[in-house]
């Protein structure tokens, strides 16, 4: 994630990762489930008002 950020700063990125831990520090979230696009925002945005968010994230909390 260190070596991700060094080249990643000052361009755009776009990175598909079924971790979400990868992406917490990205500056935006495109959230899909099910092929259908649920949400755009950030980590906290998403923690807050995604529940299917939220469980995804507490199942690869709980198993880390």
Do not use: C
């Not at 598909?16 to 979230?29: E, F, K, M, N």
């Not at 980590?43 to 995804?56: A, F, G, M, V, W």
């Amino acid at each position: 994630l260190r070596n991700l950020a060094r080249i990643a700063s000052g361009r755009t990125v776009i990175l598909i990762s079924h971790r979400l831990s990868t992406l917490t520090r990205s500056d935006r979230i495109a959230f899909l489930e099910n092929g259908k696009l649920l949400d755009i925002a950030t980590h906290p945005q998403l923690l807050e008002r995604s529940e299917s968010y939220r469980h995804l994230w507490r199942q690869q909390m709980e198993s880390a």
